[in-house]
C-alpha cells in the first residue's frame, strides 16, 4: 500500500504513528517504509506491505474510519491510499530518460 499525505508536525505525527504499531500488527502489516520529500518536509509516504491484498484492504478501511475520520495529530489535508501488488514474473520496466 503507497500512502501519501502532508503533516503538519513531524514529531506529533510520529508519535501518533508509533501509538498504532498494535494496530498495524494485528491487520497484518509485516513492513512500513517512511519516506519524506527531500524539498518538502512536510510531505511523507508511507509504503506498507501485507502478506495478503485482504489484510491490506482491511488496514485501508481500518485507517478510513478509525483514524482518518477523527482528528490525526499532526496531520494537515486528507490522506491518499493505494493497493498496489508485485508484477511476478515480469522484468523491470526500465525508462531511457
Known amino acids: 500500500m503507497h500512502i501519501q499525505h502532508r503533516i503538519a508536525d513531524i514529531d506529533t505525527w510520529l508519535r501518533d504513528f508509533d501509538s498504532r504499531a498494535p494496530a498495524r500488527k494485528q491487520h497484518g ?55 498496489l501488488h508485485e508484477l511476478h514474473g515480469k522484468p523491470p520496466l526500465i525508462s531511457k530518460a
Open 29 to 83: 502489516v509485516t513492513q512500513v517504509h517512511i519516506l519524506q520529500a527531500e524539498d518538502d518536509p512536510q510531505y511523507i509516504v508511507e509504503l506498507v506491505f501485507f502478506n495478503t491484498a485482504d489484510d491490506a484492504n482491511k488496514y485501508r478501511t481500518f485507517l478510513r474510519e478509525h483514524v482518518w475520520s477523527s482528528s490525526m495529530p499532526g496531520l494537515a489535508g486528507n490522506p491518499h491510499a493505494i493497493l
